[in-house]
């Protein structure tokens, strides 16, 4: 039905080869929209979880969990940059390593907390105090925010390329326009006679 409707379109005295032009432009747009932008969002999202996903195993495997004991009050000098500053603060903490014995570091710890009470530390496979490893929601947002932003920037490049169709169809059709109001002006306004 869409052909016939465009080459009815075609067949008119008025209608130019960039009005045939954008028309196309614009089913072929819809098209792609409807098919490759959900496409892109999905592609991307599948991609981007399974990169994350094989990240956070590897950070489950290399990291481990220690419990310690906090030796100092926590200082504003130790303090957190950024908005952490208000939840962790570093300070003096000792645990004890089946492996290596009673260790102390400098660690992540909340604000709150005082000298002698117990923290989690994370640590990596070489003792040094890490962050813990990402969870499940965290690599779920990430994929699907990756694959939201691929979508919408698929979407953004085909509307882009459409309306810079448009733009030349307007300027070739307004050429035509007045290519064709140059010949026949003169015979209705009586001027060129």
């Known amino acids: 039905m869409r052909t016939r409707v465009l ?3 075609r067949r008119g005295p008025l209608c130019r080869r960039s009005d045939v032009v954008e028309a196309w432009t614009a089913v072929a ?5 409807c098919l490759t932008v959900p496409l892109a969002g999905v592609l991307t999202t599948r991609w981007t979880y399974a990169d994350a996903r094989a990240a956070a195993d590897e950070q489950r495997a290399d990291r481990h969990r220690v419990r ?4 100092e009050r926590p200082s504003k000098a130790h303090a957190s940059s950024g908005s952490e500053r208000r939840h962790a603060t570093r300070a003096t903490v000792r645990w004890t390593d089946p492996e290596e014995g009673t260790r102390t570091a400098t660690a992540r710890v909340p604000a709150h907390v005082r000298p002698g009470e117990p923290v989690h530390v994370w640590l990596d496979s070489r003792g040094r105090e890490v962050l813990p490893p990402v969870d499940d929601a965290s690599v779920w947002q990430y994929g699907i925010g990756m694959g939201t932003l691929a979508a919408g920037s698929t979407a953004a490049v085909l509307l882009l390329a459409h309306r810079a169709v448009r733009r030349v169809a307007l300027r070739r059709r307004l050429e035509e326009w007045e ?6 002006g003169p015979l209705w306004t009586h001027r060129g006679v």
């Open 7 to 9: 080459s009815r379109r």
């Open 29 to 33: 747009v819809a098209v792609l929209l």
């Open 68 to 71: 310690a004991e906090v030796l």
């Open 179 to 184: 290519r064709d109001w140059a010949r026949t």
